[in-house]
């Protein structure tokens, strides 16, 4: 038996407990990734908090004006989004379910606002997955400047007086948003 041949079997020893070593980590953070809590669950910081929602107009998918402002008197989730983002993709039929819920008493709605992405893009995306609440475009981005956001999915729940009371980065679910506003009703809001 050479060297080389008494070099090898560690060699291949080592490899496949790297390899090993690698997909436990990779399994571990699946995990933790699966089971942590969704976006609604938990408060994201923010300066807006408790203060008016920043100015927030412009033109719907489909070409209507709209504003943030004429929604007062309503719970607004104000979502921005892009088509692109996988996670806006997976939390979308639970911003469908919270509008379902309440579409016949109109207490509250959704207000998309589209994230770096395209108006046609965001157009074939809600023809995809439904929803029928409206979207506007932020080109430029400042609409996400003026509320601080860094990426999609982010929220925010603005109380009927149009008052910030809650950020959510991440997905959100129907359930977490229903106890927000009952918990924001409670209050008074």
Do not use: Y
């Not at 008494?6 to 060699?11: E, G, I, T």
């Not at 400042?142 to 109380?159: K, Q, Y």
């Not at 950020?167 to 959100?172: A, E, H, P, R, T």
């Amino acid at each position: 038996m050479s060297d080389a041949d008494a070099v090898l079997p560690p060699k291949r020893h080592t490899a496949r407990w790297a390899a090993i070593s690698l997909g436990l980590v990779l399994v571990l953070f699946v995990a933790v990734l699966a089971t942590r809590k969704s976006a609604a669950d938990k408060q994201a910081e923010s300066p807006l908090l408790g203060k008016p929602a920043p100015a927030l107009t412009g033109t719907s998918l489909d070409g209507q004006d709209v504003s943030l402002s004429s929604f007062r008197g309503k719970w607004v989730v104000v979502n921005f989004l892009a088509s692109w983002c996988v996670p806006c993709q997976q939390e979308h039929p639970e911003l469908v379910k919270f509008t379902q819920r309440h579409q016949a008493t109109g207490d509250a709605t959704v207000l998309g606002v589209i994230f770096d992405d395209t108006a046609p893009n965001v157009r074939g995306f809600f023809q995809r997955f439904g929803g029928s609440w409206p979207v506007v475009d932020d080109p430029g981005g400042h609409t996400a400047l003026d509320f601080g956001v860094r990426g999609p999915p982010e929220s925010f729940l603005v109380d009927p007086n149009g008052f910030v009371i809650w950020k959510g980065i991440g997905q959100v679910n129907a359930d977490g948003l229903d106890k927000l506003v009952t918990e924001g009703k409670a209050r008074g809001a």
